[in-house]
């Protein structure tokens, strides 16, 4: 083996270690970036655990205090509903109580005619019935309640329980129809004029007094019944004695304010300091880890960076140095081993008549 192909073997060893090295900051730059994936990864699972113990923490102290307020604030509430009750329980059975008493004269008028009534017709030998609403609207009517229930009274004697009755018949016929009609004019009209005939035509009088009386029932109920709406319109509530009430309700308010403004008081309070105080608390069971975490990380990364400019440095020695010999073909360990072997056996003089063999021996 002549001196130059010793010289191109030293060559090409040097650039086959070149090479093996530059491969092995590679793989060390691959293995970092895997580390900087899994070390960026931990570190931010510790940061978002670190992040919801502090975020549960405070949500379930922050919670704690509105619960413990809004339990007094319930209490005040129900005190103060019951108290208004209470007002509105007082205030209805005074306004009952005034109107029993304005309403007294009328009421007690009333009965006595109701009495008198009776009286009178128990001695005119007058029929109990004929002493009704009733009564007076089928036969002696005056008001539109009366002429209203005449009406009803009339429709449902000769219209609704004809036709109904009619509808119960399995064989329907139009005959049937009509005799249902001229039989129920017989028996209900029958009755209305046996009932006439028997108390007006003999208690005509009578009947007429209990007239008089009974609208001036109506009269008085009418009366009541103004009386009433009026007293429930009144805004005055003053003869009610209301004011035990008033106050208690005026205490449960104050109370709730009260409550209210605590409740602020001490969120505003928990915002703006506790929170902080709970997070540092927090964070500070957490930053030894987080710390060693992030210290690794940034190892990590200074290492890669000085991976990154060792492999870019080696890169352009060995391409100055040996890309311009070898070309890209031959930039390899494995085959660079291949030209030195040739080179040794002496199937090669020099570089290019390895490169050649090189060739041929691969297209063989």
């Known amino acids: 083996m002549g001196q130059q192909a010793a010289d191109q073997i030293a060559f090409l060893q040097e650039a086959r270690k070149a090479l093996e090295e530059l491969e092995i900051l590679k793989d060390r730059e691959k293995q970092l970036k895997i580390d900087e994936v899994k070390v960026g990864k931990t570190l931010d699972m510790e940061k978002k655990a670190a992040e919801d113990a502090v975020n549960s923490t405070i949500r379930k102290r922050r919670d704690a205090i509105g619960s413990s307020y809004d339990k007094e604030m319930d209490k005040a509430e129900e005190r103060l509903k019951k108290a208004r009750t209470k007002r509105e329980k007082a205030k209805n059975q005074g306004m009952k109580e005034r109107i029993a008493e304005e309403t007294a004269d ?4 009333n009965r006595d005619l109701e009495s008198q009534i009776r009286v009178l017709f128990k001695k005119k030998r007058v029929p109990g019935y004929c002493n009704s609403r009733w ?3 089928l036969f002696l009517p005056r008001w539109f309640g009366e002429f209203f229930t005449f009406l009803v009274t009339v429709l449902v004697c000769f219209a609704a329980i004809p036709y109904g009755s009619y509808l119960l018949i399995p064989d329907r016929k139009q005959v ?6 001229v039989l129920t004019i017989v028996i209900f009209g029958g009755i209305y004029v046996w009932i006439s005939n028997r108390t007006k035509a003999r208690h005509m009088e009578t009947l007429k007094e209990g007239r008089v009386m009974r609208d001036h029932i109506r009269s008085n109920k009418k009366k009541i019944r103004l009386i009433t709406k009026s007293i429930q319109k009144d805004k005055n509530e003053k003869q009610y004695n209301l004011e035990k009430y008033d106050d208690e309700i005026a205490q449960a308010e ?8 605590q409740k602020q008081d001490a969120m505003n309070t ?4 506790t929170k902080a105080i709970i997070s540092d608390e927090i964070l500070t069971g957490f930053k030894p880890k987080l710390d060693e975490l992030s210290a690794g990380y940034r190892d990590i990364k200074k290492a890669i960076n000085e991976v990154e400019d060792e492999i870019k440095e080696k890169n352009l020695m060995v391409t100055d140095r040996y890309a311009g010999y070898l070309g890209r073909e031959y930039m390899n360990p494995i085959k ?5 072997e040739l080179l040794r056996s ?3 003089s020099n570089l290019n008549e390895a490169m050649q063999a090189a060739r041929e021996a691969k297209d063989v």
């Open 106 to 109: 009328l009421r007690s008028e």
């Open 135 to 137: 009564y007076y609207a």
């Open 176 to 181: 049937y129809l009509v005799g249902i009609y």
């Open 254 to 261: 104050q109370e709730i304010h009260k409550i209210g403004n």
């Open 270 to 273: 928990f915002e703006q300091v």
């Open 336 to 340: 660079i081993g291949e030209l030195v």
């Open 346 to 348: 002496g199937k090669a």
